[in-house]
């Protein structure tokens, strides 16, 4: 049996039983994973306190309920709200199965159906923003991260930042050779992988040398004051190896060694970036469709963005399906970004 971790011990299913069935019964049966299982119990247990409040089942909500239910969520993107509304209507749909109910109300739902319980859209950063996040940052090795993310630079869990080495910058050509992790070993080194290229700017190009050179780095991005505490600095040494992004030097030798860095430095530097400079939801997904607004600005023709500019985006950014970009790649979207310029 697969249960959801939480840090909160009031959490529960309502219904339990049922919903718990659900999830055993879509493994038994090989449609979704163990992790999967997790994911969709984490969204079971969201609309728990709703059918607590209405003393029912979420599958004997009616459907202005249902809508209630997605508008709870208060997500901030479409394919989000998508995600979770599917996950919801599958449970619906194992009910009609089951002969708990006799029809599954989310089952009509079309992609864009979901854009209406979207609540206060995203608002994404320009190039020109980014360009003052980087300057406000002290050190190169978070700076790079925002910059390289923005570029397209991403991969299976950040992979393709982890995995970049000295030797796959092409200096002269403005080029990085970038390797997406499918498997890894124990200490993240690709055991099977696919490898891309693309090519940067030169401001991508100076961030990525200042990150090479930086031998230490700066706690709380400079802004530590440790220095009367003894035997405690304001910043930390970094791991000497042949990868751009290092960790600090720790007490785990193993992670001292030639290896990629792990995922969770990439994270909690990003998480130490949106504190330090007073970003709201800083995220690497968010940095990433920052940049694809971007790039969909410059290949705006006309006020108009057709189908292969989008294709070419998802291609930069390495998205397998470029209809998951739709949502947020509009005209409307790369306006309010970029307002067009008057004359």
């Known amino acids: 049996m697969v249960t959801a971790t939480t840090d909160d011990k009031n959490n529960h299913l309502f219904n339990e039983r049922d919903k718990q069935t659900f999830i ?36 004997k909500f009616t459907f202005s309920e249902l809508e209630e239910v997605l508008r709870s969520f208060q ?24 002969k708990l109910i006799k029809v599954n109300l989310l089952e009509s739902l079309k992609p864009n159906d979901f854009a209406k319980y979207v609540i206060n859209d995203e608002i994404y950063f320009t190039d020109k923003q980014l360009r003052r996040y980087e300057d406000a940052c002290e050190n190169y090795q978070d700076n790079v991260i925002i910059r390289l993310l923005f570029e397209g630079v991403g991969g299976k869990k950040l ?66 004051n440790l220095t009367e505490i003894e035997n405690i600095r304001p910043f930390t040494d970094l791991v000497d190896n042949d990868y751009v992004i290092r960790a600090s030097i720790t007490r785990n030798k193993n992670k001292e060694g030639n290896t990629p860095v792990d995922k969770y430095v990439i994270y909690r530097r990003i ?54 970009l739709k949502s947020f790649l509009t005209v409307e979207k790369v306006r309010a970004t970029y307002p067009k310029k008057e004359g």
């Open 24 to 59: 055993d019964d879509l493994i038994q049966r090989g449609i979704i994973s163990d992790e999967t299982a997790r994911s969709y119990l984490r969204i079971l247990y969201v609309t728990s306190p709703l059918e607590e409040e209405k003393n029912k089942d979420l599958n």
């Open 75 to 98: 997500s901030k993107n479409r394919n989000t709200i998508e995600s979770y509304g599917r996950i919801i209507s599958a449970y619906l749909h194992w009910s009609v199965k089951k």
């Open 159 to 224: 992979s393709e930042i982890r995995n970049l080495k000295k030797t796959d910058i092409d200096w002269d050509n403005k080029r990085l050779k970038l390797t997406n992790s499918l498997k890894a070993d124990e200490y993240e080194v690709p055991i099977k992988y696919t490898e891309r290229y693309i090519n940067v700017e030169q401001r991508t190009l100076d961030l990525l040398e200042g990150a090479i050179k930086q031998s230490t780095y700066a706690k709380k991005n400079g802004e530590a």
């Open 271 to 324: 998480h130490s970036i949106s504190e330090s400079l007073g970003i709201n939801d800083l995220s690497a997904k968010y940095i990433q469709r920052s940049g694809m607004v971007h790039q969909a600005h410059d290949l705006l023709d006309n006020e108009q963005l057709v189908l292969d500019d989008i294709k070419i985006i998802a291609d930069r950014f390495n998205v397998k399906s470029h209809h998951n």
